[in-house]
């Protein structure tokens, strides 16, 4: 495609049970970011993948997220045991490298959690 | 650690006027980028302009234009003749060596026909 894809656009889920939110980033774009954007926390960055170099984790909130990139392209970020704090909007970007280029976004991915 | 404010969490113009959205930031580094996306209620981040840190001349793009003012840390964006197609929440955003974008808190605007 085009953009960025994000999959699902919307989820609802039980607190306690695991997500798994989907990004497909430009085909070409060695980078992929996700962010929360949330109402106390605003836009919030979590991850990075570059490559095959190790991710940039730092900003993920507790040991109950994770991400993956497989094959260099496709990225899910995997939410267990999820809280309501949890509930937020998911968005990833992707970009042509790590050096300062513009990030192109999806339209995110819509958790909530009850 | 970087920082972004934006004080104006909502703006209202006139169809055909013009408005500025303030933004001001922080960061010990020389070298860096400034964007403004804009997010309508669709979700989806539009980039609206960008601005190398490096670069004296101000960013323009059609009726988006910026006023960079580093030594102050200042980085506003004025939309011309504004459209109903205006309407959205605006955020600016810092992107430096750590490869990671730092968002101020947005600025809603509303474009009145």
């Known amino acids: 495609g085009a953009g960025v894809s994000q999959s699902p656009s919307n989820k609802v889920t039980e607190k306690g049970k695991d997500v798994e939110l989907r990004c497909d980033p430009i085909?070409?774009?060695?980078?992929l970011y996700w962010y929360r954007q949330s109402l106390g926390q605003g836009l919030e960055f979590l991850i990075y993948f570059q490559g095959n170099s190790a991710p940039d984790k730092s900003g993920l909130p507790s040991d109950r997220f994770s991400a993956e990139r497989t094959g260099g392209s496709v990225s899910t970020l995997t939410i267990q045991r999820t809280q309501q704090e949890d509930s937020a909007v998911y968005l990833c970007?992707?970009?042509?490298?790590?050096?300062?280029?513009?990030?192109?976004f999806g339209a995110g991915t819509r958790l909530s959690v009850l | 650690a970087q920082t972004v404010t934006q004080s104006q969490p909502e703006m209202s113009v006139q169809e055909a006027e013009t408005v500025t959205l303030s933004c001001t930031y922080d960061t010990s580094e020389s070298d860096y980028y400034l964007f403004w996306y804009k997010q309508p209620p669709s979700r989806q981040m539009i980039l609206v302009i960008r601005?190398?840190?490096?670069?004296?001349q101000n960013a323009t793009e059609n009726r988006f234009s910026v006023n960079f003012q580093k030594a102050a840390k200042s980085f506003s964006l004025k939309i011309s003749d504004s459209q109903l197609g205006d309407a959205a929440m605006y955020f600016c955003?810092?992107?430096?060596?750590?490869?990671?974008?730092?968002f101020g808190a947005g600025t809603t605007v509303t474009v009145r026909a």
């Open positions: 970007a992707s970009s042509p490298g790590l050096a300062k280029n513009i990030q192109y």
């Open positions: 601005q190398e840190a490096y670069k004296q």
């Open positions: 085909s070409g774009h060695t980078a």
């Open positions: 955003a810092l992107l430096s060596n750590d490869y990671k974008l730092s």
